[in-house]
């Protein structure tokens, strides 16, 4: 399989979204709306449940199922509310000790007047910046597409794991192409080139885990032992650890 | 790149001196007149017709912002590399290297701000669009660590198309490792003065540029995170005017004030100094 194709595979309308992954993974979902600033964005669901005897924060990047729960859901592009929601929601899970868990699906933040008018850099600025010191456990899967700032806004974590047949990307292959090369055609050369695959980012020391597909039951055991690790650990061990982690990507 | 071409001026229709543009004129984009380079060198780079802002390149802009003679620099010498083997890159890398004559695009270190001390990171809008790849993350963000070790404040200029394609999830990452060391830099009461200038969009908009506990902008520059042409694409129609400019961003709440260039300095020096810094 071609990376491009991936790319093309991670978009499929046939795919599990995060609902299927917050359903197969925590009993008793409970979810809670807005970010207490201006609105309650769609795209990003969350809130709290169990995942077995674990009390967890659970936030998703959801794409939809139909055409219209797709509009509703902004096709999985979260606006500043949706990113402010979900911070909202990982300071509370720092002040009750519960870990967090994303679960990241996103083409990219929503480009638009009004994304841009209400800070959507600022939005996902503040999310990586609060989330580089947060007191809590913090685990991160990419069940579809990794767009760009817009999903990297919910990986400031100390566990990022994609799906074997996810994608992350600093661009999507066909704009990369676009700005290169003024055409879309040679969008599978730049997959190539990108390094977007799960395998290749795992090469690269980027993500720490690559999980199954279509195996929800398997991904909920392999959060829950790994999150309980993590929470044995003391709270500046956690952070200087996150702290280093991010630190030691690059030069 | 050899040593020697760092000490020559760059390659920037306002920067040579030497014979070639002594009494050279350069036509103003905005009102289409042709002024003396000299005029606008001694005016801030600002055309002195119109007021329009020419680009300054890092280097001059650190000389604009701090005490004569007081900067010093750090990591001059870190340069990028084809970490992925990305088509072409190579070859940018040496053009942009050419072009700015500088190792890569931002440029950090230590100064006095009106006899203050300080930290100051200025980026090059020559080199790749002032893009943001692992060199340029690195950079910054040992530019916040060596300022939260010595209590510094920081003064950041900005100016970048974003994170740099070509270096794929690192350099993505880099806004993730940079907004971390702002943070720690924070914890320990630290100052962090962004002066955002024409254009910071992209993962630098989405990271330290929105950072800062005071963030400023030069008038008239574009400051967002998607690029206007996608919003117009996804819209269908005419973006609103003056969309993503300095003074809408103002008013929807995200600068704290709008410096002009001439002001710039004397504006850092009094909050350095409110700051006890
Ligand atoms: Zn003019």
Redesign the pocket.
């Known amino acids: 399989m071609k990376d491009y194709d991936i790319v093309l595979g991670a978009r499929g309308e046939d795919r599990l979204t995060a609902v299927d992954y917050i359903n197969g993974t925590i009993k008793e979902f409970t979810e809670f709306h807005g970010d207490r600033y201006f609105g309650d964005d769609g795209a990003v669901i969350a809130g709290i449940g169990m995942l077995k005897d674990m009390p967890v924060t659970v936030i998703g990047i959801e794409k939809g199922k139909n055409t219209e729960d797709r509009i509703a859901h902004n096709f999985g592009s979260a606006h500043p509310e949706g990113y402010r929601k979900a911070l909202r929601l990982m300071k509370q899970a720092e002040k009750f000790h519960r870990p967090v868990i994303c679960f990241v699906d996103t083409a990219g933040a929503f480009c638009g007047v009004d994304a841009e008018e209400r800070g959507q850099g600022r939005a996902i600025a503040e999310n990586l910046y609060e989330m580089s010191d947060l007191k809590t456990p913090i685990l991160s899967v990419v069940i579809g597409e990794g767009g760009s700032g817009g999903a990297l806004a919910l990986s400031h974590s100390d566990r990022i794991w994609m799906l074997e047949d996810a994608y992350f990307s600093v661009v999507s292959p066909e704009s990369c192409a676009n700005i290169l090369w003024k055409s879309t055609e040679k969008a599978d050369v730049v997959a190539d080139a990108l390094f977007l695959t799960s395998e290749k980012l795992y090469k690269l020391g980027l993500i720490d885990k690559i999980c199954k597909k279509d195996d929800v039951a398997g991904l909920a055991e392999d959060i829950y032992s790994e999150l309980k690790r993590l929470c044995e650990e003391d709270e500046d061990t956690l952070i200087d650890e996150r702290y280093q982690k991010f630190r030691n990507i690059g030069y | 790149m050899e040593l020697r071409s760092l000490f020559l001026k760059a390659n920037n229709e306002l920067e040579y001196s030497g014979n070639r543009i002594r009494s050279r004129k350069v036509t103003?984009k905005?009102?289409q007149?042709d002024?003396s380079v000299a005029k606008i060198r001694k005016n801030n780079f600002v055309?002195p017709?119109?007021g329009?802002y020419f680009t300054v390149r890092a280097r001059r802009r650190i000389l604009m912002l701090t005490d004569k003679r007081s900067f010093v620099e750090l990591n001059r010498e870190y340069e990028s590399k084809n970490i992925l083997g990305f088509p072409e890159y190579d070859s940018k890398l040496q053009a942009a290297k050419e072009k700015s004559r500088e190792f890569e695009g931002v440029i950090c270190g230590e100064a006095t701000i009106g006899g203050h001390r300080s930290c100051i990171f200025a980026m090059d809008g020559n080199f790749m669009m002032g893009s943001m790849g692992a060199v340029v993350g690195e950079k910054i963000t040992s530019l916040f660590e060596y300022a939260t070790e010595k209590s510094l404040p920081v003064v950041g200029i900005t100016v970048s198309g974003g994170a740099r394609m070509q270096e794929g999830m690192i350099s993505l990452m880099q806004m993730s490792k940079v907004s971390a060391a702002v943070k720690r830099h924070s914890n320990k009461g630290n100052l962090y003065i962004a002066l955002l200038t024409n254009p910071t969009t992209g993962g630098v908009d989405a990271s330290f540029a929105m950072l800062g506990d005071i963030t400023l902008a030069e008038p008239d520059a574009r400051i967002g995170f998607a690029g206007p042409r996608v919003i117009e694409k996804t819209l269908n129609r005419a973006l609103p005017k003056g969309f993503q400019k300095a003074e809408s961003v103002l008013e929807c709440g995200f600068l704290d004030a709008i410096v002009p260039r001439d002001q710039q300095k004397s504006y850092l020096e009094k909050l350095l100094r409110m700051h006890n810094c």
Request: glycine share 0%.
């Open positions: 103003c905005k009102c007149k002024v055309c017709n119109c329009h």
